[in-house]
Nanobody
Framework: QVQLVESGGGLVQAGGSLRLSCAASGSIFSINAMGWYRQAPGKQRELVAR???????IYADSVKGRFTMARDNAKNTVYLQMNSLKPEDTAVYYC?????WGQGTQVTVSS
């Protein structure tokens, strides 16, 4: 069983920054890609960023140049550094690995 626990969400003004963390239990962490997703009210969940086991990353066009995803295999943790936040980044952010999902953390960006 894999458990994922996100943290780091909160309320920030537009232009500000937040860093999300996702700590994973279980032995699959280091050999699997992980993703950050988000879901805004009334919208479908979307991929924000993804990092492979060799640290290759991809980003949604809407966050390229503003968000950075990283992983620390020794700590079984992935991070999402979010800079230059916009009101449209407001959503619940989830991390995921394989079929497992975290509970989500709320990010709210005020204008």
């Amino acid at each position: 069983q894999v458990q994922l626990v996100e943290s780091g969400g909160g309320l920030v003004q537009a232009g500000g920054s937040l860093r999300l963390s996702c700590a994973a239990s279980g032995s699959i962490f280091s050999i699997n890609a992980m993703g950050w997703y988000r879901q805004a009210p009334g919208k479908q969940r979307e991929l924000v960023a993804r990092i492979t086991s060799d640290r290759s990353t991809i980003y949604a066009d809407s966050v390229k140049g503003r968000f950075t995803m990283a992983r620390d295999n020794a700590k079984n943790t992935v991070y999402l550094q979010m800079n230059s936040l916009k009101p449209e980044d407001t959503a619940v952010y989830y991390c995921a690995i394989s079929k497992y999902w975290g509970q989500g953390t709320q990010v709210t960006v005020s204008s």
